[in-house]
């Protein structure tokens, strides 16, 4: 059973910059994409970012340009750097892994960043 475990989140002034990690555990299982959503207070969930084992980033347009993910495959680790921080950022980011088994989604319990002077 694969487990995800963000960390780093806290508050940070707009034009701000803040970096997320997640690191996965539990499981020998092959993760096939790992990656980033986010839900502010009252919104649906949505995507950051995600990369691919091979390598490949997908962005959101809203972190075009702002935020980049990184990962580690050795480690089953994904980071997500995020830069000109703005007050819309503020929202709970939940680390996300697909499994090459069975195209298994699992999703971490979330770190909060908080975007506000």
Not at 18 to 47: D, H
Not at 54 to 63: H, M, P
Not at 70 to 86: C, E, I, P, R, Y
Request: charged content about 15%; overall charge positive.
């Amino acid at each position: 059973q694969v487990q995800l475990v963000e960390s780093g989140g806290g508050l940070v002034q707009p034009g701000g910059s803040l970096s997320v990690s997640c690191v996965a555990s539990g499981s020998a299982a092959i993760l096939t994409v790992m990656g980033w959503y986010r839900q502010a207070p009252g919104k649906e969930r949505e995507l950051v970012a995600t990369i691919s084992r091979g390598g490949t980033a997908n962005y959101a347009d809203s972190a075009k340009g702002r935020f980049t993910i990184s990962s580690d495959n050795a480690k089953k680790m994904v980071f997500l750097q995020m830069g000109s921080l703005k007050p819309e950022d503020t929202a709970v980011y939940y680390c996300y892994a697909k499994t090459l088994v069975r195209q298994r989604e699992v999703w971490g319990q979330g770190t909060l960043v908080t975007v506000s002077s």
